[in-house]
């Protein structure tokens, strides 16, 4: 943590990102992260390669968060949070490729490949959220009640509303430190969780009805695809939850969630999750036999080829993993 103040004391200017698909450890992180800069008396911009999600939109300042890269102007440095691989920001990368700033990488991702030229990784942290929670204490910069609100919801949803084992007795004292500024935990749970369209609801419908599980119920898997979006007229990204249908069923050891992806043809997005009992799959290792990673318990990758081939590809690799053959 002292390498990565040391880094944002000699700088002026930062280019913000975090990894694609935004959900609200990314959002939230950055959001809190810009503030903490200014504080400092510093500027600072966000940039993501992809649009803040409809459901997340209510947070204080999302509407500063952008993914016009090429409004793009200079920076002494970039910040890459919650991200284990510079590739996970899309399309913000090659930006920061084509420049000599150097990179502060902040994460918590067991599979983090410390691809910045100062890396601050924290497996053990509930989130990007907690991380930037600590440095506003170290540097001493005042949190408002916005900021709260911002790590508050990036906690909250990496840790799954505190039911993943990412949550230990710290992650509960911060977050009851963050409810002291005000916030409405029921309220806040309400905006992020309770708040679905028609649409999204008739595609959980769609969504439901694919759910397969192997012959064994260890392996159960789901799918959106394109034309589900299509006929819904949903938000892909409400579709963030829908895993967790399918790791609910009893007996299941790994659950998958296979997503055609919007902008590119043959382009598959992948979540794993895994339950944490006695003889816990570790999905960061499926994940990174597909060139992705993150967590024990909760990795993701992106692998090309169709629905139909990618299924039947990595199904088969989770099978050989439960097999003990890989």
């Not at 992948?270 to 597909?290: C, E, M, P, Q, W």
């Amino acid at each position: 943590m002292q390498e990565v103040i040391e880094a944002i004391k000699k700088g002026s200017r930062f280019l913000i990102t975090a990894h694609v698909n935004l959900e609200g450890d990314a959002l939230g992180s950055q959001l809190a992260m810009k503030e903490l800069l200014m504080g400092m008396g510093k500027e600072a911009f966000i940039l993501d390669s992809d649009p803040v999600p409809e459901h997340y939109r209510f947070l204080p300042k999302a509407a500063e968060v952008s993914d016009k890269l090429d409004r793009t102007g200079a920076f002494d440095a970039a910040i890459v949070l919650d991200c284990p691989t510079l590739n996970r920001t899309g399309r913000v990368k090659d930006i920061i490729k084509a420049r000599t700033a150097p990179v502060i990488n902040i994460d918590h991702h067991v599979s983090n490949e410390k691809f910045g030229d100062v890396n601050w990784v924290e497996p053990n942290a509930s989130s990007a959220g907690e991380m930037v929670f600590r440095l506003f204490k170290e540097m001493g910069v005042k949190m408002t009640k916005e900021v709260a609100l911002s790590l508050y919801i990036a906690i909250l949803t990496d840790t799954g509303s505190f039911n993943y084992d990412n949550t230990s007795s710290v992650t509960h004292e911060i977050a009851g430190e963050l409810l002291g500024y005000g916030l409405d935990p029921a309220l806040v749970s309400e905006s992020v969780y309770e708040r679905r369209s028609v649409e999204d609801i008739n595609l959980l419908g769609l969504v439901l009805a694919t759910i397969r599980v192997n012959e064994k119920g260890t392996i159960a898997h789901l799918e959106v695809t394109k034309d589900m979006l299509d006929k819904t007229g949903a938000d892909l990204a409400k579709s963030e939850g829908l895993i967790n249908f399918a790791r609910s069923i009893n007996g299941v050891k790994v659950a998958v969630l296979f997503k055609e992806d919007e902008k590119e043809k043959n382009k598959i997005n992948i979540s794993f999750r895994s339950k944490g009992n006695g003889d816990t799959i570790d999905v960061n290792r499926i994940a990174s036999l597909f060139g992705g990673g993150g967590h024990t318990r909760a990795s993701g990758c992106i692998v090309t080829g169709s629905l139909k081939e990618v299924k039947k590809k990595v199904l088969s690799k989770i099978e050989e993993v439960l097999n003990n053959k890989v």
